[in-house]
């Protein structure tokens, strides 16, 4: 039987993850901070709960088994001080080589799931492909990318590949929730007059793709983007998210300055609240590059990653989810 370790399984991705390796047959650890977080997605789950935080190496040393596959996906994608970035997704990653290395044994592949920030934005609007000199714009992806660095210094000590995914999109995602709650009021809201672009996959297909990844052994020393294959408009993202809904919508044009506002505005009430808010700064020095696109093209031939999903299937199945559990 495959024995598997998951960081962030909680998560939106993660929990979809753990649910595909249990139907696979595989039995599944979680690493979570305590026991207590295991909660929401996994509940129910026949997965195992480990207890462990990856800010402190001395916590990882006691959950250490033989585990044929590592899959990394815990991160922060908020934070009241940039440093957390730093703190959680580029040294906890490393806590984590460095306690895999020392304790877990033989390992078939270690996935690093970073994200497409780490990469930066397409400054051409060409999709970027792995070859290209990685240029983040955001502390996110700076941490990722230094994430991502750390990872293949261990590449010589264990095999270890990296997956870089676009926005990503579906059931459990409270992110695009927001496009379909303006749909409902009507609403296309789109930001600037500039054509903006951006890749997307749908969280089954990253799932796939990451699997795929950690079962080829020539994945090793690697890194994927994954995407559905085709650039893509906001606009056209809410327009099809109109269409899914049965929704007539109207278009509204929102300038750049006022997502600055926005942004800046979350920031101070976070500082109040002492609550992260997923509208921030850092955010937004993301959301003024026009283009955020790649190409899958090096997952396609060498790991046969074929989407599954287009985004008006993946945006219907993501409708019908919210609406089941009463998110619309």
Request: charged content about 20%.
């Amino acid at each position: 039987m495959m024995k598997a370790l998951v960081t962030g399984a909680r998560g939106f991705i993660g929990s979809q993850l753990v649910e595909t390796l249990i139907a696979q047959g595989a039995e599944v650890h979680c690493l979570l901070r305590t026991r207590r977080h295991a909660t929401n997605w996994l509940s129910g789950l026949e997965c195992k709960i480990l207890a462990g935080d990856l800010t402190d190496r001395s916590s990882l040393s006691t959950v250490w088994q033989e585990f044929d596959y590592v899959f990394h996906l815990a991160g922060l994608t908020k934070a009241l001080d940039p440093a957390q970035f730093d703190r959680v997704n580029t040294a906890g990653t490393e806590n984590l080589l460095a306690a895999v290395a020392q304790h877990a044994g033989p390992l078939k592949m270690f996935v690093f799931v970073s994200s497409l920030a780490a990469a930066g934005p397409s400054r051409s609007g060409r999709p970027l492909v792995e070859t290209d000199p990685p240029q983040p714009v955001s502390r996110y992806g700076q941490s990722k990318l230094a994430a991502e660095r750390i990872c293949l210094k261990y590449a010589d000590s264990m095999p270890l590949t990296i997956v870089r995914p676009p926005a990503v999109y579906g059931p459990r995602d409270a992110d695009v929730l927001t496009y379909f709650r303006y749909a409902r009021r009507g609403l296309r809201p789109v930001i600037g007059k500039e054509e903006r672009t951006a890749s997307f996959i749908f969280v089954k297909d990253l799932v796939d793709g990451i699997l795929l990844a950690a079962q080829k052994p020539a994945a090793a020393g690697r890194t994927y983007f994954l995407s559905d294959g085709q650039p893509h408009t906001w606009d056209e993202l809410g327009s099809v998210i109109a269409s899914v809904m049965g929704m007539s919508v109207r278009k509204i044009v929102l300038p750049l300055s006022l997502a600055f506002l926005a942004a800046a505005g979350a920031d101070a009430m976070s500082r109040m609240t002492r609550k992260p808010s997923i509208i921030n700064l850092d955010k937004y020095r993301e959301l003024k590059m026009p283009h955020w696109v790649c190409s899958s093209a090096r997952a396609t031939a060498e790991l046969g990653f074929r989407p599954r999903y287009t985004l008006k299937q993946g945006l219907f199945e993501t409708a019908t989810w919210y609406k089941q559990h009463g998110w619309l």
